[in-house]
């Protein structure tokens, strides 16, 4: 009889990308499909700890296996990711969730296929991530996301900004080898992927003996074939001049910058461990926009971090204007045990953080409409990466991240496609394909 496999993931790119490897790992080993939770042989949670809620989801997904367990013998429920990485959180797992076999970190991937074997005869495997030890590579992932790629280049963070888990979960940043990153990438153009992601959580501090990051990207988007180049996550305090003469110079790296802002307040991100101030963001944005026009810039924002005011908030909004994001992730703060900002006095309260983040949503949401309503009678080039069954329309996303939607009686996926838009709606267009003659 088969063997069929589950992985429920939360979190950030990085994590649905080792979720791929973790299918990888499982194929290895005679695990054949990705099936739903109740047909499942192996359930394999790949959590995120970043903010309260992600955490919270999980304990409420992983629990709600109890039964299941019970009921279907020989199923094996293994929690893996960030949070399992936390301090303590395996403990905590263990007696919370009794019926988890296995808890493993996000270095040990891997070692899964040993865990498996373990387990047949221990009672319960745990496998944590040691700092000391190397970053393991090789797996072969098991990719989900065609036609776009997801290729790691750095793990780990050094940054320390104050409000955040992942130095402590991820431990300290390394870099993969450039030869082995454009190794994967030739490999992925040859076998017809046409997006490819460079994946880091400060994606600009890429180094590789002399090979920093914008000698990687230049490399990368300089391998033969019709594909495109994005990258994140980028920390503003290493964005260089260097990097924006690399994109200016390459078609193929999408003029569509993530630069996380976090604060419009210079206070703010002093406190937050940044080690830029507002000006020096918006010169940064500025020179980007100069250097490339109709570029575009996205952003991930904070509201209500400790102390904030209400006029250190407002200088917030008034960057979404000045920098002029097209879109942005935006989050309440949420304090992490174990960080900086978690001992600081001056909590915000749950009611004015949530009327801070509903204005600042409404601020970003303004920008985007404006934006994407520009389009409108004109043509734009998506990437065509699925079918919307719901809709009876093909999507893909232009080169600016907005998602287009169009009707085609042929299949289109992996397909370069050039639409006019008639409709936008937020981040969405929709449009009509003009074939070119
Ligand atoms: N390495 C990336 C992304 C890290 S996590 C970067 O530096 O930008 C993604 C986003 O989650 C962060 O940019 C931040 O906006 C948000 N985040 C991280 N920790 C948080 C916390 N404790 N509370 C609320 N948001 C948080
Ligand atoms: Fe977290 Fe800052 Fe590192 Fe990003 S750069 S992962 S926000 S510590
Ligand atoms: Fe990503 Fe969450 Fe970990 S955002 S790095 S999966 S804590």
Redesign the pocket.
């Known amino acids: 009889m088969s063997m069929n496999y589950c992985i429920v993931t939360?979190?950030?790119q990085?994590?649905l990308h080792e979720s791929e490897k973790i299918a990888g790992v499982l194929r290895s080993v005679g695990y054949e499909k990705e099936v739903p939770q109740e047909e499942a042989d192996i359930i394999v949670f790949n959590t995120?700890?970043?903010r309260e809620h992600?955490e919270n989801h999980a304990f409420g997904n992983i629990g709600a296996l109890k039964k299941l367990k019970k009921q279907k013998k020989g199923l094996i429920i293994a929690v893996g990711?960030?949070m399992a990485q936390e301090q303590g959180k395996a403990q905590f797992l263990k007696q919370k969730f009794p019926f988890i076999d296995i808890i493993f970190g996000t270095h040990n991937i891997f070692e899964l296929a040993s865990l498996i074997e373990r387990k047949k005869s221990e009672k319960r495997v745990v496998s944590l991530y040691d700092d000391r030890k190397e970053i393991e590579d090789g797996a072969s992932p098991c990719r989900t996301s065609y036609p776009n790629a997801w290729v790691n280049i750095t793990y780990g963070c050094n940054n320390f900004c104050t409000y955040c888990?992942?130095p402590y979960?991820?431990g300290r940043e390394k870099s993969r080898s450039a030869d082995l990153i454009l190794e994967e990438v030739r490999a992925l153009v040859a076998k017809g992927y046409k997006e490819i992601t460079l994946l880091g959580?400060n994606v600009n501090s890429y180094r590789d003996g002399d090979v920093d990051f914008p000698e990687l990207l230049d490399r990368v988007a300089s391998v033969e074939g019709k594909f495109r180049v994005r990258f994140m996550t980028s920390h503003p305090k290493d964005f260089s001049e260097k990097l924006i003469a690399v994109i200016k110079k390459h078609d193929k790296i999408l003029n569509l910058l993530h630069l996380p802002a976090q604060s419009g307040s210079s206070r703010i991100l002093r406190l937050m461990n940044r080690r830029y101030t507002r000006e020096e963001y918006l010169a940064k944005v500025r020179r980007f926009k100069e250097e490339i026009p109709g570029a575009e810039v996205t952003t991930d924002l904070i509201v209500a971090f400790p102390t904030e005011t209400e006029e250190e908030f407002e200088e917030t909004l008034s960057l979404v204007k000045e920098a002029d994001f097209s879109s942005a992730f935006m989050f309440v703060y949420s304090p992490r045990t174990g960080t900086k900002a978690a001992e600081m006095a001056g909590r915000v309260d749950a009611e004015t953080a949530r009327s801070r983040i509903t204005r600042l949503i409404a601020a970003v949401n303004e920008n985007t409409r404006r934006k994407s309503e520009a389009l409108v009678g004109q043509t734009v080039e998506v990437l065509c990466e699925d079918y919307d069954e719901k809709r009876g329309l093909y999507l893909g996303r232009e080169p600016l991240g907005r998602m287009g939607y169009f009707a085609c009686d042929r299949d289109r996926i992996g397909e370069f496609v050039t639409i006019k838009v008639t409709k936008a709606n937020g981040v969405s267009l929709y449009g009509e394909i003009c074939e070119r003659a």
């Open positions: 939360y979190g950030c990085m994590n995120c700890c970043i992600a990711g960030c888990i992942v979960v991820r959580q």
